[in-house]
């Protein structure tokens, strides 16, 4: 089992930055790949941003790309997503999500088999 718990989230004018965190528990967190998926109101939950089990290979989101930045503190079960140049269209509630199958980063939920409970985002224009 892995618990997942995020935070940082809030409210942030467009082209400000926010960090969000990821806090893992339960099994070995440097053995998954780690993910964030966004929701935002009325459609559906959305790829982000994936990372490797060891932080050597990262994947993003044509939307979120040279924005926003994924990284892993494998010694503090910790994955963040750093996000700057925040626009009105990241609004949206923010999920992190782990796979025990899979090390690669990959795309579709589908691989992705523990999620956190989710932390909202809001930008402003």
């Known amino acids: 089992q892995v618990q997942l718990v995020e935070s940082g989230g809030g409210v942030m004018q467009a082209g400000g930055s926010l960090r969000l965190s990821c806090a893992a528990s339960?099994?070995?967190?440097?053995?998954?790949?780690m993910a964030w998926f966004r929701q935002a109101p009325g459609k559906e939950r959305e790829f982000v941003a994936a990372i490797s089990w060891n932080g050597g290979s990262t994947r993003y989101a044509d939307s979120v790309e040279g924005r926003f930045t994924v990284s892993r503190d494998n010694a503090r079960n910790t994955a963040y997503l750093r996000m700057n140049s925040l626009k009105p269209e990241d609004t949206a509630v923010y999920y992190c999500?782990?796979?025990?199958?899979?090390?690669?980063?990959?795309?579709?939920?589908?691989?992705?088999?523990?999620w956190g409970q989710g932390t909202q985002v809001t930008v402003s224009s």
């Open positions: 999500a782990a796979s025990t199958v899979v090390t690669a980063p990959e795309l579709a939920r589908v691989w992705y088999n523990y």
């Open positions: 339960g099994r070995t967190f440097s053995g998954y790949a």
